[in-house]
């Protein structure tokens, strides 16, 4: 299990990145719970413009190193700035496997260029 100060700066790192990328329209909820497969993970309703930020509370041993809360932080923070992108995208031909694909491409390219 991780401390709960990972959950507190994750919270805070999240919410300079809302701030840096002007998502200040959106209704930001933060959870510390399990999550399988995931160091942390967004949810989001483009209709409500309401968003649930998940960080995982239960890493393995060997994942523990790998575990970095701010950079966790900034790329689900890029996810939220795609999110009306991957919405319309996948409204279209394009199927939703792709657009998830190309959505991870882009936030990751983000990722690497924000600080």
Avoid: C
Avoid at 7 to 35: P, R, S
Avoid at 63 to 76: C, G, L, R, S, T
Wanted: glycine share 4%; charged share 35%; net charge negative.
């Amino acid at each position: 299990m991780e401390t709960h100060k990972d959950f507190e700066d994750f919270k805070k790192y999240f919410t300079e990145y809302q701030n840096k990328f002007g998502l200040n329209g959106w209704q930001v909820y933060f959870k510390y719970e399990k999550i399988d497969g995931s160091y942390a993970r967004i949810h989001y309703s483009l209709d409500d413009m309401v968003a649930t930020v998940k960080l995982n509370s239960h890493l393995h041993k060997d994942e523990k190193p790998f575990n970095d809360v701010k950079e966790h932080a900034k790329h689900e923070a890029l996810h939220l700035l795609t999110a009306r992108l991957e919405y319309n995208g996948s409204a279209r031909w394009v199927s939703k496997a792709e657009m998830d694909e190309s959505s991870e491409e882009l936030v990751n390219k983000l990722g690497r260029l924000i600080d």
